[in-house]
């Protein structure tokens, strides 16, 4: 055996043993962090174990996930990033602003199916760059997307049972208390803390709306307001190791200073052809899973979650990495944001996640530990989150059409 391969060994022991020492509930240094992310296929087992202990110390027996429609509003958008295929300029094909009826049509439809939960995803402020959009608000009768958006949660929420939960980009203090009125919950991936994704050539090149400090100030907003926050990071998109411990240190600052973070994502990127990253290779499944054990063992009292379509066939593997929720799965309408990754069955989610052990549950967009603070408030956001809950906090049982 040579010196270095001894030397190798050595210092995986050593990561095995700090892991052996940490407390289930009690978050990891930055440190060990680091060095988890870029641990061997032999320490991999090692990680992959404590994290699924701390999953089970915060959230025994159970992973959930949302049943839900997914509402394109519109598909314009000002920010061009490199692995984006959702994103249209309104002279290409596909480009669309969905009218309220087709809002309504898709929502009643999928309450049919058992749905709770409306997601809007949308570019962001496309009526900056483009004078169709204006001219399109202008027949709608809203003076921005966002008072556009406003009105379509609103409507979602008076006309059916399902909850809105929008993910519009950055937002001012103001439109966050806007939206707060209309929508238990509201999300903003983080994405990434690293400024070289910003450069010439890389995925946020030319993406104003992706400059990470003022993702943070948005997400820093929504904590001074006490809104349930989702957010996350991605993978693979041209950010280091370190970047997403980084990332993933950012948000349980936040989360540790207003405790609002209801969710955080680990998403990795997926190649479709005909984007500005269509040659860049995807991140590798144990890359994931180290990320995803890391944000489970950096924020052990955390909802962690993997989107399962964009992880086939490997759930079992994320339940082994320590997410607790499957995130969003709609039984209507594709991922627009991938629509080459289906979503599951839920029956198929439910089989897998029996078998590593655990039960499948169904949430609201607003998960439970979060909902006594929307139901303090009066009116009919309030009213709608109350009779769509079970005693624990999850999605009260429905007669699915
Ligand atoms: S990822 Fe979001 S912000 Fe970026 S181009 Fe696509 S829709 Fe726009």
Redesign the pocket.
């Known amino acids: 055996m040579s010196a270095h391969t001894l030397e190798n060994r050595q210092e995986a022991a050593l990561r095995v043993a700090e892991l052996a020492d940490i407390s289930p509930g009690t978050p990891i240094s930055r440190d060990l962090a680091l060095q988890l992310i870029r641990c061997s296929d032999a320490d991999l087992p090692a990680l992959l174990s404590a994290a699924r202990t701390a999953k089970e110390n915060f959230k025994p027996g159970v992973i959930t996930y949302s049943r839900k429609v997914f509402l394109p509003l519109t ?1 314009l ?5 490199g ?5 249209r300029d309104p002279s290409q094909p596909g480009a669309h602003t969905m009218t309220p009826d087709e809002v309504l049509a898709v929502a009643r439809a999928g309450e049919k199916l058992g749905c709770t939960e409306a997601l809007f ?4 402020k496309p009526e900056l760059l483009f004078p169709e959009m204006r001219d399109t608000l202008r027949h709608l009768g809203y003076k921005s997307t966002l008072h556009y958006l406003e009105a379509m949660c609103a409507l979602v929420l008076h006309e059916t049972s399902l909850l809105p939960h929008p993910n519009p ?1 950055l937002l001012s203090p103001e439109w966050i208390e806007r939206l707060a009125a209309v929508s238990p919950s509201m999300g903003l991936m983080l994405e990434s803390t690293s400024s070289t994704l910003l450069g010439p050539g890389a995925a ?1 090149d030319n ?1 104003p ?2 400059i990470p400090a003022r993702r943070l100030r948005t997400i820093q907003e929504a904590g001074k307001q006490n809104v349930p926050f989702t957010t996350g990071i991605l993978i693979g998109i041209g950010e280091t190791p370190e970047d997403r411990v980084d990332g993933l240190l950012a948000i349980r600052d936040l989360h540790q200073s207003y405790g609002h973070i209801q969710e955080v994502i680990v998403q990795n990127f997926r190649v479709k052809p005909g984007i500005p990253m269509a040659r860049v290779p995807e991140p590798g499944g144990g890359e994931m899973l180290r990320a995803v054990a890391v944000a489970r063992l950096l924020m052990p009292d955390v909802n962690i979650q993997a989107p399962p379509n964009l992880n086939a066939p490997y759930y079992e593997e994320l339940v082994d990495a320590g997410i607790n929720d499957w995130g969003g799965v709609s039984p209507l309408t594709p991922d627009f ?1 991938n629509p080459e990754k289906p979503w599951p069955h839920v029956d198929q989610l439910r089989s897998r996640t029996e078998s590593k052990g655990s039960q499948l549950r169904q949430r609201l967009p607003v998960y439970p530990e979060f909902i006594s603070n929307v139901v303090s408030r009066p009116g009919l956001l309030a009213e709608k989150l109350r009779a769509a809950c079970d005693r624990e906090g999850l999605a009260a049982e429905k007669r699915v059409a």
């Open positions: 598909n958008c000002r920010d061009y990033c692995y984006c295929i959702f994103r995803s949308l570019g962001d980009g946020h993406a709306d992706k944001i």
